[in-house]
């Protein structure tokens, strides 16, 4: 990993911004996303050697107001990459120790199965501690009033696998992370953020509670059509797993530390620590590698929000792009990738576009479903009349595929959880930005429960008038 931090230095020292990499370039890039994309708002920095190139908004938010660069977004899980530095910041100050266990360094961090007791600093932050949305109860620690409270709530929990033996993404390691940087510190944890992350960085508009910094709604995609919503209640005041909310502005700062540049806040090693991946995954702390390009970068997935920021150690650029609204699509991440296409001298593909095309699709199918219900209804009694005298086990058996979406349905929490690796899905969080897909399933559901129901009632009434 210093190969890469020594040739990210070289970047910054010694390299040139590409003939296409400027402001003017830039902005007629993003202009051409927000129009292609059809997001409602979204904001952009790009930095390199060690300054801001291009930081500006797009677009406008759910109070009519035009995007800004100081415009506040919710960054959801790019807070990981914040969470892991106040933890380094801690271990190079000797409070924290990263390679011994949470339990001997966290009071009130007690976990049902004995093999937590193992669990240490260093894979609560390559999310390799074991720790599972399977194995915990999510919904009872989302509900928690504090970090300390929600530590305690883990007591009832178990682990999915030894700790340092499986990487897997949960929320619950940052979080826990957070609650060890109060023990650690004696401050809270937002308060330690902007005394020793945000304060030294310059980034004034930065905290991790909508009480302190307040955006706009978000907004959700519904066949197109964009809805600001309220966020989904949750954990969200001083999580440390995605509770950030911040600017372009500021993250033009953030970024600028993150390659080296600008006041460092912690050594170059505690960098490398941090943009090293484990064996296991392609996950440091906070950021994820792309192996083969070395590409650092993390996404950030609210239900109204999404984010990504990203950092190029081959060109010395770093992005980050942040979106006041959320569909089945992110298309921040395709934003993120033609910058930095722009940045290696390519031509960037036009983003957007499988959103409008994937929205089309399901409004088409629920549509058409929509129109064979009112058929079946339509066309209950000739069904009936073709089917009298029909062993019931055989009718039955004509009626299972239009009660399938029906099944779809009742299990659609459950299987959204099982294609998410066993993340937990309520169906609250299914009315959001997966919206589209939900109303078509319920309305294919519902023609078909209601077209089954009345061809049952006809038949049983035709069957009673002959005998």
């Known amino acids: 990993m210093k190969s890469l931090l020594i040739g990210l230095s070289a970047a910054l020292t010694f390299g040139t911004a590409p003939a296409g990499m400027t402001p003017g370039s830039i902005d007629a890039f993003l202009r051409q996303a927000l129009e292609s994309t059809g997001l409602p708002g979204f904001s952009v920095v790009v930095t390199h050697n060690g300054k801001v190139v291009h930081a500006a908004g797009y677009g406008h938010d759910s109070e009519g107001h035009a995007v800004t660069e100081n415009t506040p977004m919710r960054v959801a899980s790019v807070s990981k990459s914040f969470t892991a530095m106040a933890v380094m910041t801690l271990v190079e100050r000797g409070k924290i120790a990263l390679d011994e266990p949470v339990a001997s360094q966290l009071p009130g961090f007690r976990v049902a199965d004995p093999r937590a007791a193992k669990i240490t600093v260093r894979q609560l932050l390559n999310q390799t501690s074991g720790l599972s949305d399977s194995t915990v109860d999510i919904a009872a620690v989302d509900s928690a009033t504090s970090l300390a409270d929600y530590t305690s709530r883990l007591a009832g929990s178990g682990l999915r696998a030894d700790p340092g033996t499986r990487w897997e993404y949960c929320n619950v390691n940052y979080n826990l992370a957070a609650r060890l940087v109060e023990a650690a510190s004696g401050q809270r944890f937002g308060d330690y953020l902007r005394q020793r992350v945000f304060g030294p960085l310059g ?56 390659t080296g540049g600008g006041r460092p806040l912690v050594k170059r090693e505690s960098l490398d620590v941090m943009h090293t991946p484990t064996k296991l995954r392609d996950y440091g702390m906070g950021w994820g590698v792309e192996r083969e390009t070395g590409l650092l970068a993390h996404s950030g997935n609210l239900f109204t929000y999404n984010a990504v920021e990203a950092i190029s150690p081959k060109t010395g650029y770093g992005f980050a792009v942040m979106a006041n609204g959320a569909a089945l699509t992110d298309d921040t991440y395709t934003i993120m990738q033609g910058l930095n296409a722009l940045a290696e001298g390519r ?29 079946g209804v339509l066309r209950s009694r000739r069904w009936a009349a073709r089917h009298a005298g029909r062993p019931w086990w055989w009718i039955g058996l004509r009626l299972v595929p239009a009660l399938l979406p029906a099944v779809m349905l009742a299990a659609y929490p459950d299987l959204i ?16 930005f997966p919206a589209p897909l939900s109303i078509t399933l319920l309305v294919t559901a519902l023609a078909g429960v209601v077209a089954t129901g009345i061809r049952i009632c006809v038949l049983r009434t035709l069957t009673r008038h002959t005998k």
Request: glycine share 12%; aromatic share 8%; hydrophobic share 45%.
């Open 203 to 258: 980034m004034k508009s930065s905290a991790v509670s909508d009480q302190v910094v307040r955006p706009a709604d978000g907004y959700n995609s519904i066949f197109g059509a964009w809805l600001p919503r309220p966020e989904l209640s949750g954990f969200l005041n001083g999580s440390g797993s995605g509770g950030v909310i911040t600017t372009a502005a500021d993250m033009g700062k953030w970024l600028i530390t993150q």
């Open 347 to 375: 031509t960037p593909e036009p983003p957007g576009g499988d959103r409008q095309l994937f929205e089309l699709v399901l409004a088409a199918i629920a549509a058409a479903a929509a129109g064979l219900g009112v058929m």
């Open 417 to 432: 959880s099982f294609l998410m690796n066993g993340r937990e899905v309520t169906w609250a969080q299914l009315t959001y």
